[in-house]
Nanobody
């Protein structure tokens, strides 16, 4: 049974940084695509970024490009989302998701496994 656990959220001020973690258990992330999505109150869940574990190719939404980066730790089976220069509009619950089938996608339905989410709040 695959489990994804996010951590690292919190309350920060605009311009600050946070690093989110997504730790996987039950299956190695090798061969997967792991993504971050976020959902703000009253809004639909939106794609943030993904990384293809094999080859480390990444893709970011335009809204976070240049501010967010993704990294991974194979030994810990963990992915990280480094968020810099945070803005109030980045406030949301952030979810990590994984899939071992198909091609990397921006669509939430393409991911079978999800974490419980971690809250990020950016004050102005």
């Amino acid at each position: 049974q695959v489990q994804l656990v996010e951590s690292g959220g919190g309350l920060v001020q605009a311009g600050d940084s946070l690093r989110l973690s997504c730790a996987a258990s039950g299956r190695t992330l090798s061969g997967s695509t792991v993504a971050w999505f976020r959902q703000a109150p009253g809004k639909e869940r939106e794609f943030v970024a993904h990384i293809r574990w094999s080859g480390s190719s990444t893709y970011f939404a335009d809204s976070v490009k240049g501010r967010f980066t993704i990294s991974r730790d194979n030994a810990k089976n963990t992915m990280y989302l480094q968020m810099n220069r945070l803005k109030p509009e980045d406030t949301a619950v952030y979810y990590c998701a994984a899939t071992w089938v198909g091609v990397p996608t921006l669509i939430s339905g393409g991911y079978a496994y999800w974490g419980q989410g971690t809250q990020v709040t950016v004050s102005s």
